[in-house]
Nanobody, 122 residues
């Protein structure tokens, strides 16, 4: 059974920081790219960024570039999303997901976590 479990969400003031974690289990993710997505109220699922599990290559959406950083700890099978300089428009449910390829499209990701709420107050 493959599982992705996000944690670390919460309420933060604009300009603040949060770090989300995505713990994986049930499968060796050495060949998987891990992605982060978010869904704001009334909006579609949006790609945030991704990281290749073995190579450490990262890619970010323009909306978060320079503010968010994705990293991973292979020994812990965990991926992180460090979010700095948060804005009210970053408010959303954040999801981690995995894919064998390398994509910004959510339909190309096979496994998903349950999501964690991030709320940024102005």
């Amino acid at each position: 059974q493959v599982q992705l479990v996000e944690s670390g969400g919460g309420l933060v003031q604009a300009g603040g920081s949060l770090r989300l974690s995505c713990a994986t289990s049930g499968r060796t993710f050495s060949s998987y790219t891990m992605g982060w997505f978010r869904r704001a109220p009334g909006k579609e699922l949006e790609f945030v960024g991704s990281i290749t599990w073995s190579g450490g290559y990262t890619y970010y959406a323009d909306s978060v570039k320079g503010r968010f950083t994705i990293s991973r700890d292979n020994a812990k099978n965990t991926v992180y999303l460090q979010m700095n300089s948060l804005k009210p428009e970053d408010t959303a449910v954040y999801y981690c997901a995995s894919t064998r390829g390398s994509s910004t499209r959510p339909d190309e990701y096979n496994y998903w976590g349950q999501g964690t709420q991030v709320t940024v107050s102005s």
